[in-house]
């Protein structure tokens, strides 16, 4: 049994208002009961910033904006929409939810929670797509937790 929350290191990629929107948003996941998982990478190579999975087997990308210019900047998130059921941006209360595409979920989040602003459409991913996603995502998941349990320890 753990005793001590599990910190994961900072990669020092993401602002500081960037991992608060992430943690919130993973919480307000959680309470959802979807798991997740941060940086999975997908068959085509990207990786979004968090993917769930639901109790249900639904899949949800989330990708995380932390101001215009870094939505302004990003071309790469409507490849996600063919890895997921739902696709969402998460963003601090600070930006503007009018600047964010129509076709997206929108979840404003802090370092605290997060609430869903506007639900996001659902489009059903086939059978073999929803398969795969979930092995890539239980496989990272357990790889992690593997890499955590054996930290420090000689090879």
């Known amino acids: 049994m753990?005793?001590?929350?599990?910190?994961?290191?900072?990669?020092?990629?993401?602002?500081?208002t960037a991992r608060e929107v992430v943690r919130g948003t993973r919480r307000l996941l959680r309470?959802?009961?979807?798991?997740?998982?941060?940086?999975?990478?997908?068959?085509?190579?990207?990786?979004?910033?968090?993917?769930?999975?639901?109790p249900d087997g639904t899949i949800t990308i989330v990708e995380v904006k932390s101001s215009i210019a870094d939505f302004r900047a990003d071309r790469k998130w409507h490849h996600y929409r063919a890895f997921c059921?739902?696709?969402?941006?998460?963003?601090?209360?600070?930006?503007?939810?009018?600047?964010?595409?129509?076709?997206?979920?929108?979840?404003?989040?802090?370092g605290y929670g997060g609430e869903v602003v506007r639900d996001a459409l659902l489009a059903?991913?086939?059978p073999a797509t929803r398969r795969a996603m979930t092995i890539r995502f239980a496989q990272a998941a357990a790889d992690r937790l593997h890499a955590l349990a054996d930290a420090g320890r000689p090879s």
């Open 2 to 16: 753990l005793t001590q929350p599990i910190v994961l290191p900072d990669d020092g990629r993401q602002s500081e």
């Open 85 to 110: 059921d739902h696709l969402y941006f998460a963003i601090p209360i600070t930006l503007p939810v009018a600047v964010m595409p129509d076709e997206t979920g929108i979840i404003v989040a802090d």
């Open 31 to 54: 309470a959802r009961n979807i798991a997740t998982v941060t940086e999975l990478v997908l068959a085509d190579g990207r990786r979004p910033d968090i993917v769930g999975l639901g």
């Open 124 to 126: 059903k991913l086939a």
